[in-house]
């Protein structure tokens, strides 16, 4: 747990740090070719953020981040016979690699939704407040933001969060033929992860529009 | 000679990280150097291998890439729909739609599929060529693996992310009309009316401006990282998941510095 | 009447659509060291996976220590692992263990032996050179001695049945030697039943008793070294070597 | 001619090749032996520059190529086969691809007329039946065999093969050590082998250069080295497990 939250920590704050930037300089940028107006911009970014690009940047990010790495590994121990070996000694491998690496991946899911949006959100003021002179209190308000987002996006943590380590084990135990094979199986687990975020995440999106939350 | 000191804290973790950071970032520039260098010596061109590497690269992303477009379309179209539901407004979500996918969630998320995609592969194949020698194998014939495999590569990634990207941009609007019909339930003409009234030809641009930007930064990573590995199997794991998260850092600064140059 | 530890009877086995064994016969003597020789990619890696319950046959069938083995009965074939010691071509020494781990770690599995692992972890060392070397990581050792923890690790639980697969690959005659003494010792302190794959006739013909030839996916000799001189087959003399 | 002088080589705080003097005469086969990791890989590929050394020089043909450039090596390299221990064909391409890629490469010919050679070299390994066939499709030591046609190319003066018949069984490992033989023998090259298979270092060299602890132990013939009253070239002549080497 400590090393998929703790590697990972630099790399989501980098990424949505700059998520943040673009999407704030951006709306208000387009907002500014419509309306004379730039208040609804702190509101809506940070609902979105919350909602939207949270759950599903931080998921894409752990996918390449933490999916690739428990790929590799078991991976790498597939091709040189160490899931084997334990099989033979009766470990069971899935027990004793995978189920850690699960729980560890649900609940670091959700920290780093938290961090993340925290991380996006501050990026985003500064440019907001600093480079188009919008009031700190306008902009950081959670007007935009009710709490069937904050529910949505929750259980969208935890759907990623459980679907990333599935994946990326799965190709990792299915390598063959040594150093290849690991690199395949790596390069697998990003794009099926990858994939299968952004396809959950319609499906949830969608369902969860439907019904009105 | 002295042991470097393990500090375990955040502030040294972080020190080390940043130390790294810089290590590698000057190896990728050399890199880079050596590249431009090879491409200048035109008559070393390996034509045989870039049209390998161009089919290959082409053919292997194409479906990933559209599908990755069309749920993201989709997906543009679902996130506004709240909003267009609280305001009324659903001549803007072809207009809302149109923008992101052009000019900021389209390439990268077109990026970060074909850096897992063509990337990560990329690094695992050089990689793997790394560790079983067959780099060492190359130079030993007189030939060299810069201008045989890397720049192929560089010029083949720059280019087919291009269309690729292209051609997300289309299949990424398609798959927000469907959405747009089925989930919101809004006419498609409305959406279609609003991507064609609001003019986004610059965003389409800047969007395929950005592809050739983040080809070359996403073949310089993947190359970089897979002529690094050492140790075996286990190597070639790790530097295909620092390959793809290097490239998704690369992705977000390089889209963040085009945006703001580009307005 | 004789006893055997382990039998294929009949078993073929296809992957990827070829047929990579094909109808073989293989019968183990209880207590005694059995070679398995043959050209690279004949199937004898294939053979000892299958002997250690990791390949299914696709057709015929396994019998250990007089049973038939069920692939699908998980319980009954925990049983008959934990009398199974292997040695993996490329060790299959766990990276993210220490050398103490790793040796301890068939121990932890097995809870009739989880008492005084310590102790039997530093015996199983010792036996073959490496005491004080627990707390090592594996990467720390050379290839000699990564060789003699998987081998340590293999019979720390004193299996019935103990697998080796080409255990001085790649190893100067020096080490080899040491590392077929070793497996020497190890064998007549628990009279086990011992199967070892290897290209080194030389040493093999000093080492074991009986020797089995695999040539494209078949068992086509199985017999005692005199045996082999007096057998009409060419290609058992080559591969003997006699 | 290969020349060593005082060459020195470090892999972090472990001394590889301490203070190595040798030089390789033109025409023989000589053998480089020693226990595993005792840097006789090393101590090849730093003839071909694919290593450089911590001190010490490396004269080939009496010109030091100690301070040279990958692209001055790349020259250099042309008149050599190194064979890796393990054999590094590229993958992605045929057995006769594979051949051809060096012919393709430095003599300018059409792809067709490339592969037309290759199969001429691929009939010398006998290898030509099966020329279509990708690496992973033959065994490990039809892909040496491969893999020395491939070096054998460019026309060298000198074959490298390194650890040519570890791994390999019986059969396989005598037809690798007739090859060595008839490359010295009929086509007058120098040869350099990496081994420590005891059957073909005494079939088949000229030389032996027996290296121990980073130092040559012994450099002479094979009757020398068996005539050998050093209690550690006696152990490892002899294979024996009880000794003074430290493995």
């Keep these: 747990m400590y090393s998929i939250g703790n590697q990972s920590l630099v790399f989501i704050a980098l990424t949505l740090a700059f998520l943040g930037l673009i999407l704030v300089y951006q709306a208000s940028y387009q907002a500014l070719k419509v309306l004379p107006d730039l208040t609804p911009v702190g509101p809506v970014f940070i609902g979105t953020m919350v909602r939207v690009f949270g759950p599903t940047v931080v998921a894409l990010m752990l996918a390449t981040r933490v999916g690739a790495g428990i790929a590799a590994e078991t991976g790498s121990m597939t091709v040189t016979d160490q899931i084997e070996a334990m099989k033979v000694t009766n470990a069971d491998p899935v027990e004793y690699l995978v189920v850690p690496r699960f729980i560890a991946s649900i609940i670091m899911m959700i920290v780093l939704w938290v961090f993340g949006v925290l991380v996006a959100v501050a990026a985003g003021t500064l440019i907001g407040t600093l480079r188009f002179g919008i009031q700190l209190r306008t902009f950081l308000s959670l007007s935009g933001t009710t709490m069937s987002d904050v529910w949505v996006a929750l259980f969208k943590c935890v759907i990623f969060g459980a679907a990333i380590p599935i994946l990326a084990a799965d190709s990792g135990f299915k390598a063959t033929g040594g150093s290849e094979g690991v690199g395949w199986a790596t390069t697998k687990a990003v794009v099926h992860s990858l994939f299968t975020v952004i396809l959950l995440d319609f499906l949830i999106s969608s369902i969860a529009y439907r019904f009105g939350w | ?263 | 009447m004789l006893q055997y530890a382990a039998q294929i009877l009949d078993a073929s086995l296809t992957l990827n659509d070829s047929l990579v064994l094909d109808q073989v016969f293989l019968q183990l003597e209880s207590g005694r060291i059995h070679a398995l020789v043959g050209a690279g990619g004949s199937g004898k890696t294939l053979l000892l996976r299958m002997l250690a319950t990791l390949l299914q046959p696709s057709k015929g069938e396994l019998h250990l220590f007089k049973k038939a083995i069920n692939f699908r009965d998980l319980k009954s074939l925990r049983q008959v692992r934990s009398n199974i010691g292997v040695q993996f071509q490329n060790l299959a020494l766990f990276d993210f263990l220490t050398v103490g781990q790793n040796v301890g770690f068939p121990l932890e599995q097995d809870s009739e032996l989880t008492k005084d692992i310590s102790i039997q972890v530093k015996t199983a060392l010792d036996s073959v050179g490496l005491d004080g070397r627990q707390e090592h990581a594996i990467s720390a050792l050379s290839g000699g001695m990564q060789r003699r923890v998987a081998i340590a690790r293999a019979a720390v639980a004193k299996p019935k049945l103990l697998l080796f697969d080409d255990p001085s690959g790649g190893l100067d005659p020096v080490t080899t030697s040491r590392i077929f003494e070793l497996i020497r010792t190890i064998q007549e302190e628990n009279d086990n039943t011992v199967v070892i794959a290897s290209h080194d006739i030389d040493r093999l013909v000093k080492l074991c008793h009986i020797f089995h030839v695999v040539d494209h996916g078949k068992v086509i000799f199985s017999g005692t070294l005199s045996e082999a001189r007096q057998s009409t087959d060419d290609r058992v003399k080559v591969f003997l070597d006699v | 001619m290969i020349e060593y002088v005082n060459v020195t080589k470090q892999f972090g705080p472990l001394t590889v090749l301490d203070g190595i003097n040798l030089t390789i005469k033109d025409g023989e086969i000589t053998y480089v032996i020693g226990s595993s990791g005792t840097g006789k890989s090393v101590l090849v590929k730093h003839a071909v520059g694919l290593l450089r050394p911590d001190a010490g020089r490396i004269l080939i043909d009496n010109i030091d190529t100690t301070d040279f450039n990958e692209r001055q090596w790349n020259q250099i390299r042309m008149r050599y086969a190194l064979v890796f221990q393990h054999p590094t064909l590229f993958d992605s391409m045929s057995l006769v691809d594979n051949v051809a890629l060096p012919i393709r490469k430095h003599q300018k010919v059409s792809k067709p007329a490339a592969k037309k050679s290759a199969m001429e070299y691929l009939e010398r390994v006998g290898m030509t039946t099966k020329a279509d066939l990708m690496p992973s499709d033959v065994g490990p030591g039809e892909r040496k065999r491969v893999s020395i046609a491939r070096a054998l190319t460019l026309s060298p003066d000198c074959a490298i093969l390194d650890e040519p018949t570890t791994g390999l069984d019986v059969v396989a490992s005598k037809n690798i050590d007739e090859m060595i033989s008839e490359l010295s023998k009929s086509l007058g090259k120098t040869v350099i082998v990496v081994s420590h298979d005891l059957r073909s270092i005494f079939g088949v060299a000229d030389r032996i250069v027996f290296l121990y602890k980073g130092k040559i132990r012994l450099d002479g013939s094979p009757s020398a080295f068996r005539a050998s009253d050093d209690p550690v070239v006696r152990q490892f002549v002899s294979g024996e497990a009880s000794g003074p080497m430290e493995t």
Aim: aromatic content about 10%; glycine content about 12%; some cysteine.
């Design chain 2, 1 to 263: 000679m002295s042991k470097p000191v393990e500090t375990d804290s955040f502030l040294g973790n972080f020190g080390r990280t940043f130390i790294t950071a810089f290590q590698t970032v000057g190896a990728m520039t050399l890199l880079q150097l050596r590249i431009f260098r090879s491409l200048l010596a035109i008559k070393n061109f390996d034509y045989d291998e870039s049209v390998t590497q161009l089919f290959k690269i082409g053919v292997r992303s194409l479906p990933v890439v559209i599908a990755t477009a069309a749920f993201v379309g989709a997906l543009m179209v679902v996130a506004s729909g709240n909003f267009v539901r609280a305001t009324g407004a659903t001549t803007l979500i072809g207009w809302a739609a149109g923008t992101a996918v052009f000019s900021e969630v389209g390439p990268i998320l077109i990026g970060l599929m074909f850096s897992g995609r063509v990337g990560a592969n990329n690094t695992a194949e050089l990689g793997t060529m790394v560790v079983t020698n067959q780099i060492d194998a190359l130079r030993v014939l007189g030939i060299n693996p810069i201008g045989y495999l890397i720049v192929p590569r560089f010029m083949a990634m720059i280019v087919m992310l291009f269309f690729l990207t292209a051609i997300g941009d289309l299949f990424a609007l398609t798959g927000g009309a469907i959405t747009c019909r089925a989930v919101l339930g809004i006419d498609m003409r409305i959406y279609w009316q609003g991507i064609l009234d609001s003019n986004l030809l610059s965003e389409f641009i800047m969007g395929l401006v950005k592809a050739i930007f983040f080809g070359g930064a996403i073949a310089i990573v993947s190359c970089h990282w897979g002529l690094q590995v050492t140790g075996g199997a286990r190597g070639v794991g790790r530097a295909v998941n620092d390959s793809v998260v290097t490239s998704a850092i690369a992705i977000f600064m390089v889209n963040f510095f085009i945006t703001v140059l580009w307005t």
